[in-house]
């Protein structure tokens, strides 16, 4: 499983109402884009002072890295992409993308 991780500073402006509508539109790629089976949003919650100013972010979980690169490319995503770098602080220098390859809970790995 591909655990895709993002991390973002919104410009100051940008409300709460509208974040929620960017996490929202990102929301609904889950279920239409093949392979992308969930997805969580939320502000840093971390005690550490660590985030450099990395303020919000999500984690998309998928299948594998082939449906991860079906994500990448798929004009919704990219449509939603695009709403979501407009609202960052410099645009795409407001995010960093990490991508982790995690075990799936669900899946049993085989035997040797």
């Known amino acids: 499983m591909i655990r895709h991780c993002v991390f973002v500073k919104f ?7 509208e974040r929620a509508e960017i996490y929202a539109g990102l929301a609904a790629l889950v279920g239409q884009i093949d ?23 999500f984690i998309m979980d998928l ?3 082939a449906a ?8 919704a995503h990219q449509a939603a992409g695009a709403r979501l770098v407009a609202a960052l602080e410099g645009g795409r220098d407001g995010l960093i993308v ?15």
Not at 11 to 17: I, P
Not at 68 to 75: F, G, K, W
């Open 11 to 17: 410009r100051s402006g940008v409300s709460g109402d």
């Open 35 to 57: 392979g992308l089976i969930s997805a969580d949003f939320g502000p840093n919650i971390s005690p550490e002072g660590l985030a450099q100013g990395f303020k919000d972010g």
């Open 63 to 65: 299948v594998d890295e």
């Open 68 to 75: 991860r690169d079906r994500y990448l490319v798929d004009p």
């Open 98 to 112: 990490f991508d982790l390859q995690v075990e799936d809970p669900n899946i049993t790995p085989p035997k040797n």
